[in-house]
């Protein structure tokens, strides 16, 4: 059974860093697809990261965290994990880890933030920036 499970959440003032990581187990990250998402009350569900984890994938941002967040792997660890630095409050939302466990080929590239190309989730972790 695959389970996802974000770890990392918490609270911060604005300009602050978190660093969110991701364990994944019953599936093997290596050379899949996968992604971060947020999602902040009354909002819809935004992607945030995404990258092909082969160890030299190019990863994709959304442009409101470009700069500032880091996306990154330790396929040994099975542990993707998202960096998070100067934080706004703007930035407060449930965060989710999201994986596609399809082959490859069925991913397409070009919507890496549509949430329906995952097809396992973590329950989310809480990020809190105050002003």
């Known amino acids: 059974q695959v389970q996802l499970v974000e770890l990392g959440g918490g609270s911060v003032q604005a300009g602050g860093s978190l660093r969110l990581s991701c364990g994944a187990s019953?599936?093997?990250?290596?050379?899949?697809?996968m992604g971060w998402f947020r999602q902040a009350p009354g909002k819809e569900r935004e992607g945030v990261a995404s990258?092909?984890?082969?160890?030299?994938?190019?990863?994709y941002y959304a442009d409101s965290v470009k700069g500032r967040f880091t996306i990154s792997q330790d396929n040994a660890k099975n542990t993707p994990s998202l960096q998070l630095n100067s934080l706004k409050p703007e930035d407060t939302a449930m965060y989710y880890c999201?994986?596609?466990?399809?082959?490859?080929?069925?991913?397409?590239?070009?919507?890496?933030?549509?949430?329906?190309?995952?097809?396992?989730w973590g329950q989310g972790t809480q990020v809190t920036v105050s002003s």
């Open positions: 999201a994986a596609d466990a399809r082959p490859p080929s069925r991913f397409t590239v070009g919507r890496q933030f549509s949430p329906e190309q995952y097809n396992y």
């Open positions: 019953g599936f093997t990250l290596s050379r899949h697809w």
């Open positions: 990258v092909f984890t082969d160890g030299g994938g190019v990863p």
